[in-house]
């Protein structure tokens, strides 16, 4: 059973609108993370999180806030999309301590028009 | 600062080959942790193997192996005996002791293994 859970897979939103991007993880784990990859660029860290109630800022955060309500729960919001920000999301999860491994989602593929 | 490069974007070998991938990275901590990931097609990022900074001996899953260069800031991955399943994008990345929450990554190497 897949460990790290996103929703939705796929969006297409309108350039103001806002948008909300789940993850859920079964794994227990303290810290989460929102990364953004686009070609050329690899994967970019946008917010990240070790626990319930922190959320932290990681190198490309403007545009995105970041709520974690839970251990299980974090989500990345965009309050006013816009089109430079359609990209594929990913989630991960990993534990705090120790040289930890990250465990990621399948991906939300965003389109903003 | 914390920076790592993979300068190899593409690499096409033969199925049944042997495959080393490059990575060079920057670190100003002196305790620190290597990861390679896989991208498939589909779009699934997993992990692979992991160096830590501290282990001299170099190390092995499966049919992947690192090649770890310390004095030269590298960490290569190997894959020998390859198979048309390994064709997928590869992420060196790195976490430093002293800011446990981040991990960078390279922009990644595209390799095709072909029949």
């Known amino acids: 059973e897949a460990a790290v859970t996103q929703s939705p897979r796929n969006k297409v939103a309108v350039t103001g609108g806002k948008v909300t991007l789940s993850c859920n993880q079964t794994n227990n784990h303290n810290n989460m993370y929102w990364y953004r990859q686009d070609t050329g660029h690899g994967l970019r860290l946008i917010h990240y999180?070790?626990?319930?109630?922190?959320?932290e800022k990681g190198d490309i955060p403007d545009g995105y806030k970041a709520s974690r309500p839970s251990q299980e729960n974090f989500s990345l919001i965009l309050e006013l999309a816009t089109p430079s920000q359609t990209s594929v999301y990913f989630c991960?999860?990993?534990?705090?301590?120790?040289?930890?491994?990250?465990?990621f989602g399948p991906g939300t593929r965003l389109t903003v028009l | 600062a914390q920076k790592v490069t993979q300068t190899q974007t593409s690499i096409s070998v033969m199925e049944k080959t042997t495959v080393t991938m490059d990575c060079v990275y920057e670190t100003q901590d002196s305790s620190y942790f290597l990861f390679w990931y896989k991208q498939t097609a589909s779009g699934e990022i997993v992990f692979l193997i992991r160096q830590d900074s501290y282990k001299k001996e170099n190390a092995t899953v499966g049919h992947y192996s690192l090649n770890f260069q310390k004095p030269k800031s590298s960490i290569g991955l190997i894959i020998t005996a390859t198979q048309i399943e390994d064709s997928a994008v590869y992420f060196c990345?790195?976490?430093?002791?002293?800011?446990?929450?981040?991990?960078?990554f390279g922009k990644g190497t595209h390799l095709h293994v072909l029949p």
């Open positions: 999180s070790y626990g319930a109630g922190s959320t």
């Open positions: 991960a999860s990993g534990d705090h301590w120790g040289a930890y491994e990250q465990y």
């Open positions: 990345a790195m976490r430093e002791d002293t800011n446990a929450y981040k991990v960078i």
